[in-house]
């Protein structure tokens, strides 16, 4: 979407599959380009701080980017009791790397498709990565993230799918299926847990589902965790959780707590109370996720005229 001007203010609108259009005022583009693979900008807006546009459609912001990437990282990896290697896909902002090595991990393998989303975030919102692309620790490779986990043979303790959303034709599309969480799941440790970030349990609640049903098809145990992410459509964003069994629910406060301490981590969203509250599901959700298919029963259901 072009940055739309209003009484001489600029303004960036990303029109939403749902027939709603989200406005954000803009002091100025920081920067504008094309890579092989999507449009890039960074925006400077009012209300959000810098953020990262690909394809029209925001990424993050440095404003609200702390719910988002501790809540996809933190409840994955405070469910292990000594992670050691992660596996990040997508992520190029370095939101969910930074959060990731603060769990004292010894290695973290990133997979990011396009070379020109990391060195723009580096350059324009280096507060989202703080300096995490730097660290030693840290294996970047870019590829496709179908393509890495097919053909990877190392397991890992925990894998982080932070990606733009399915939208035909992107280059994600393939990685919200089941097939790839099949693959996934066969480079995950026994104890090992995945999560992807799963779109807007309200407005686009057919992406979410589609993820669940997709996930539960592999994975005996597949949990679903909320935060508010106010740049994002809907502000009420989902994160679903997955493993062979290991249980992110099943850790009580004081584990929490005390794994927080000991890895040193003080979030600024996610805590020992969060982790167990973000489980707890409204009604709607529960229900739809009890039957997933009853959703599709009541979009057959709507007047084909509107
Ligand atoms: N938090 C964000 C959101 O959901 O709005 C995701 C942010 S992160 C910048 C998304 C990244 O996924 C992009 O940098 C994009 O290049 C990357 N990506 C998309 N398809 C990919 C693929 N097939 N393999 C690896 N990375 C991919």
Not at 236 to 252: E, I, K, M, Q, R
Request: hydrophobic share 40%; charged share 25%.
């Amino acid at each position: 979407m072009p940055l739309v001007s209003s009484s001489g203010e600029q303004w960036f609108g990303e029109r939403e599959r749902v027939g709603l259009e989200q406005r954000i005022q803009v002091r100025g583009v920081l920067y504008e380009g094309r890579s092989d693979y999507q449009s890039i900008r960074v925006l400077d807006t009012v209300p959000f701080g810098r953020a990262l546009i690909l394809d029209g459609v925001l990424q993050t912001t440095e404003t609200d980017e702390f719910i988002y990437h501790e809540m996809l990282v933190h409840p994955v990896l405070i469910s292990l009791s000594q992670p050691e290697r992660v596996l990040i896909i997508g992520g190029g902002d370095g939101g969910c790397l930074r959060r990731a090595l603060e769990h004292r991990l010894r290695e973290v393998v990133q997979v990011e498709l396009d070379r020109a989303v990391v060195e723009t975030c580096r350059r324009y919102l280096p507060r989202v990565s703080s300096g995490a692309f730097d660290d030693t620790r840290l294996h970047l490779l870019f590829a496709d993230g179908y393509e890495f986990v097919e053909e990877a043979q190392e397991p890992f303790d925990a894998i982080i799918v932070d990606l733009t959303d399915p939208l035909p034709p992107g280059p994600s599309l393939r990685l919200f299926t089941a097939e790839f969480y099949q693959l996934v799941r066969r480079i995950l440790k026994e104890d090992g847990l995945m999560v992807t970030q799963s779109s807007s349990p309200l407005l686009l609640t057919d992406e979410l589902l589609r993820i669940y049903v997709n996930l539960k098809a592999v994975f005996p145990l597949v949990r679903v965790c909320l935060a508010p992410v106010p740049s994002y459509p809907g502000v009420l964003w989902s994160f679903t959780l997955a493993s062979g069994g290991n249980d992110p629910l099943a850790l009580d406060e004081a584990t929490v707590r005390q794994r927080l301490e000991a890895r040193g981590i003080s979030p600024r969203y996610y805590s020992p109370q969060m982790h167990l509250a973000s489980f707890a599901l409204p009604p709607f959700l529960a229900d739809l996720l009890a039957e997933p298919e009853r959703f599709q029963d009541l979009k057959a259901s709507q007047p084909v005229a509107q």
